[in-house]
């Protein structure tokens, strides 16, 4: 494996860095007294001007829809390629957005561009490549656990010319924001079908479509995430056409992987971005800050956790880029242990990471001054988005056993 980064990729590396620095950066607290502003007016659920600023900003940068591997639609990177930029981007809770690289709609967009018909391209995936709306992705439900999707609940049934679909869905990200214009859902079409992995289908559901209900925000360690958020939707009687429907009945868990392989990725690249801060943070605070007569940086415990997150960050960065290398190489489902074990990997590291500058910072790392307590809730969360980690341990420890079973 050779994880040289080409010229191409170096010089984006330094655009993105740099415009990291000119524009992000300077721009987190504008968002948040933006958002403050909204939410002290009684809607936190508005978009920002800031958002839309930096989002037209890195558009005239050419640094937008970066993630599409191998496509006309995206910068034509591959996985391997997109690594080192996406975690620059993970930097920033405001960056992936601003460059057309948010989830879930990056995630979404690769399902209109690999599954979509032409029809369901030029309706969603086109004003969604060029950032007027959003989008979410709605498929784990209260009621079961959804760590087993084979659990899912809600119905997709078959009306002449349209499907009505019935359900609740919870934590659908982005639904909150009035710019999501559309879910992608996840149902059963057939509850019967001897095969449980083909009882399954997903549809696009245009959020105004009469019986969609958002009937709550839902909070994340008392954070909002607004005007993103995560959304408790009911689903009654709703009825879209059967156009709609993607790829065809049953066939919802085939997309779920190829959808989910990328996803899973793209979060591990961020949050070594997001540790990687996080390590600056606790230097710059170990250097500065004096306890017990020397910088907390002469302290012995701190030299100890600097190292340790070096390691763990390097280490992380590592599986990611391997795991990069062979989905690009052999495809996503040949990497599902790769892609598994960094889903792992990751948010833990990033997690012990963020907890060690909290504690250099003090009483400060759990406020909301230095931005850590929001990361901390970011990392920790990811341990359940795409999959908990319980679940891709117990992907892992299969797919190794079954190296070792003899055939029979």
Known sequence: MDFTYSDRVRALQQRLAAFMDAEIYPSEARFAAEVAAHRAAGNAWQPTQVMEDLKAKARA????????????????????EYAPLCEIMGRSPIAPEAFNCSAPDTGNME???????PEQKAQWLEPLLRGEIRSGFAMTEPDVASSDATNIQASIRRDGDHYVINGRKWWTSGANDPRCKVLIFMGKTDPDHPDRYRQQSMILVPMDTPGVQVLRHLPVFGYDDAPHGHADIAFTDVRVPAANMLLGEGRGFEIAQGRLGPGRIHHCMRLIGLAERALEAMCRRALSRTAFGRPIADHGVTRERIANARLLIDQARLLVLAAADKMDREGNKAARKEIAMIKVVAPNMACQVIDWA????????????????????SARTLRFADGPDEVHRDQIARLELARHTPLR
């Open 61 to 80: 940068a050419g640094l937008w829809n970066l993630f599409l591997p191998q496509s006309a639609h995206g910068a034509g990177l591959s996985n391997l």
């Open 111 to 117: 399902v209109l561009e690999r599954y979509g018909s």
């Open 358 to 377: 909290m504690q250099a910072h003090g009483g400060g790392g759990v406020s909301d001054d230095f931005g850590l307590a929001y990361a901390y809730a």
